[in-house]
């Protein structure tokens, strides 16, 4: 294919995905294998749903399907329902994206409970469809490096089955998955890998931190509310039992991302985090200050300042310069290409340069980032960050000790505030070479 074939199948491409069908997360909800009912009244109702549909499956066969063939195709067909269930109480007709393709969901069976094989799971789709529970809201498709799963929604025959005004998204929960480390490709989804020693090593790790991260009682000093929640979570429903974390990696590779997500300490603003008590004692959180560009200047052989931004012109003056810095270094480690949106909202007039002149001091200040650029540094950086991670939380947890993560920052007793300060600098240390500078924050008074 020469070049003019290919910019018009680019083009064509392009017209095809624009006459699609808006199917982001706004429209849509992605499908998790593990949700689970926490409301009595709705369990019942979807029990009684689950057994007619039981019974119509099994009239389709000449002989009785044997016990274990019946609890997985309702098994299966149940977690359909309560997902199309739950996207509809957060918004009415909203749909789930669920892949059908054998291929995809063979490769993803590792993320899926035991019982959820590939071919029982499309069974139950097919006859949730045929009995009219579920419809197909809008197909899916594949062109070139855009995709999107089949969208379902509930029927209403299933609302009439199911729905009440009542249901909140509190009547709905995530349990624990079977797998703890997830390996994502370039699509963000979750695809098949062989356990190496590594990958059993940070598995036996990350369930250690887990086991004692649950015998823990991890608390607010106050009852969670809604103005607690971190913007991308007001939607969700969060439960301070919510404790098992996972380990992501991206991009197809256990060399990038690695961090630990999954906890409800890391779905709440700052503020909250400094009422958090751990078996009834207040907490301290400590956080390296300015990690990604700390590290940077460590591998570079440069002396860590005591605010490793402050190398930015004008930095070390104003604060609001710094969160610019912040946010046009970690998009530069992220980008593909030198063009990029960093800083928004910058005021050039308080600043007394440009943006495209500060995009340049950054550059300036931190030479190596050239180098870096269309290289997925930051998710390399991320898997540096999350191997000291698991260090500094194993540390811990053998002694017995819980320790709550938030990426480079961790919550423990705070009893414990010097030993941790103390690790967390060995640690980068042992690394790089160099002592960081380490924050802490104290815990909160607080009131009803």
């Not at 019946?70 to 098994?75: A, I, K, T, W, Y």
């Not at 005004?165 to 349990?175: C, D, G, H, N, P």
């Not at 996972?246 to 690695?258: A, K, M, P, S």
């Not at 008590?277 to 940077?296: C, H, K, Q, S």
């Amino acid at each position: 294919m020469n070049q003019n074939q290919q910019f018009l199948k680019h083009i064509l491409q392009a017209i095809e995905e624009a006459d699609i069908p808006d199917q982001g997360a706004a429209q849509s909800w992605a499908f998790e294998p593990y949700l689970r009912l926490n409301d009595e009244r709705t369990q019942v109702r979807l029990d009684a749903t689950l057994q007619r549909l039981c019974s119509e499956w099994q009239s389709s066969y000449a002989r009785k399907r044997n016990a274990q063939e019946q609890r997985e195709f309702r098994d299966c067909s149940g977690i359909v329902l309560i997902n199309v269930l739950r996207a509809h109480v957060k918004r009415r007709g909203m749909s789930v994206g669920i892949g059908r393709q054998k291929q995809r969901l063979d490769r993803e069976s590792r993320y899926r409970p035991a019982f959820m094989t590939t071919h029982r799971f499309r069974m139950a789709l097919d006859w949730l469809l045929k009995t009219d529970l579920i419809c197909i809201t809008a197909g899916g498709y594949q062109y070139g490096d855009n995709a999107q799963h089949t969208r379902f929604a509930m029927t209403p025959k299933a609302i009439a089955a199911l729905y009440t005004e009542q249901l909140t998204m509190k009547a709905f929960e995530i349990v624990e998955p079977d797998e703890v480390l997830i390996l994502r490709d370039s699509e963000k989804q979750p695809i098949r890998y062989h356990d190496t020693e590594q990958t059993i090593a940070m598995r036996n790790a990350l369930v250690l931190i887990n086991n004692v991260n649950a015998n823990a009682d991890v608390t607010l000093s106050r009852p969670l509310r809604y103005e607690d929640l971190g913007e991308e979570y007001v939607d969700t429903a969060i439960s301070v039992t919510a404790k098992h974390l996972r380990r992501i990696f991206n991009n197809g590779t256990f060399d990038q991302g690695g961090r630990f997500y999954g906890a409800w300490w890391q779905c709440v603003r700052k503020h909250v985090r400094r009422i958090i008590n751990i078996n009834g004692e207040a907490t301290i959180e400590a956080d390296y200050r300015g990690f990604n560009p700390a590290v940077l200047l460590a591998k570079a052989k440069f002396t860590i300042p005591a605010d490793p931004y402050s190398v930015i012109k004008g930095v070390a003056a104003s604060s609001e310069l710094r969160d610019h810095a912040k946010s046009t270094l970690a998009a530069f480690l992220n980008a593909q290409t030198r063009y990029i949106a960093e800083p928004r909202g910058f005021d050039a007039s308080k600043h007394c340069m440009t943006a495209a002149e500060f995009r340049q001091t950054v550059l300036d200040a931190y030479p190596m980032i050239n180098q870096m650029i269309g290289q997925d540094a930051g998710l390399k950086l991320q898997r540096e960050e999350s191997n000291l991670a698991e260090k500094i939380m194993l540390h811990f947890v053998r002694q017995g000790h819980p320790i709550l993560p938030v990426h480079d920052a961790f919550i423990v007793q705070a009893h414990l505030r010097d030993e941790l300060v103390s690790v967390m600098k060995d640690q980068f240390n042992a690394k790089y070479g160099q002592v960081p500078e380490v924050e802490v924050k104290d815990s909160l008074p607080t009131t009803e």
